[in-house]
């Protein structure tokens, strides 16, 4: 076999650049390397085990029209590959590091970064013989199968995964034109007053300091909020709905899933007072529902999370559209220093470490009403309220309690 490519170096590594079609990846490199992954010795270990995740690559692969990699990292050793230099230039300068590398038949490539890749392309060309001849860029290096080839690759195997810094969430929400929930998250920060400007916090996490008097939620928490419409309108499982935001949908479905989260957006702002409120003020409007007295449970992102969640568990087995639920859960306590949250969420100064959620969700649900829970749902109340709490009274008063 014979590539064009691009010599060059960094450091003490030489490296060739070029392209591999899909068929030549399949014929010539092996994405897991027995020897290397499975070793008798940990010092001769090279590669990660494959995982199942291959397949939502393959996957990509057929579905995605706009498909695209970076480059595979690929080590080279026996089969004797040589360099051969094509005399390059013009009257002013000469380049010697265009050529070609050749091997022969006796090649071992293995991937050093881009194992599922590699995996992935020779899945989806067995499903789809038509992506045979896509190419995509490969860069070649040289490996020695010596205690100390191994460790120089191994080296290099830790620095190309360890060194690279991942997207954080909130640019991922910002730039991802595939994931369904990212599409529709920013069409609905553009449609609503609620999250312009200095209401949304665009922060690395999804939670907001007491200090900040100007933020109704943040995007990282609005973003989960419209994964769970999301996957009620499309009544996905968690897997299915992971799966699903790999690639984008149709714009006519697009239209409709954007349509549905606008509409619960919109009557959550009519329908719930301290929004409309929150709404309405210019200077600092978070800081009365936001505080170190702490304020409402709504402006604290575990709470709103928790909150949309109740609303369409209620409205599916109330069989009610959200207009009608979130009157009625306009009426409940949501304020932190109440007897309801206090112990639950707030301890009196702040947001108590992990929180149960589940006991959020299940204490709203009986503050809307007393008959929205099944029996096992109320003795599960009852156990996690006494756990958060240290409750040391009667266990058959903490429903009323609740509620009263």
Known sequence: MKLPVIRGHIGDWRYYTGVMKFQDVAKVVTPSVDEFCNPSCLNDLLQRQLTENYKSIAKYLIKEEQRFFNAIVLAIYDGDPKWLEIEFGDEYEEYNNVGFLSFNEDIQVFPVDGQHRVKGIIESISENQSLMSEEVPVIFIAHKNTIEGKKRTRKLFSTLNRRAKPVGDNYQIALDEDDIVAIVTREIVEEFDLFQGERLLNGTTKQIPNSNVTAFTSLIALYQCNEVLIQNKLALSDRQLKEYKLYRPDEDIIGEIYDYVKEYWSDFISNITVIEEFVKKDDKPAEEYRNKEGGNLLFRPIGIIEFVKSSVLIAEREKKNFNFVLKQMNDIQLNLN????????????KIINRVNTN?????????VSETLLVETEKNQLVDLYITATNYEGDRTNILSKIIN
């Not at 109440?338 to 100064?349: F, L, T």
């Not at 006991?359 to 503050?367: H, Y």
């Open 359 to 367: 006991l959020i969700r299940l204490i709203i649900m009986q503050l």
């Open 338 to 349: 109440s007897s309801v949250w206090k112990g639950v969420v707030w301890d009196g100064k």
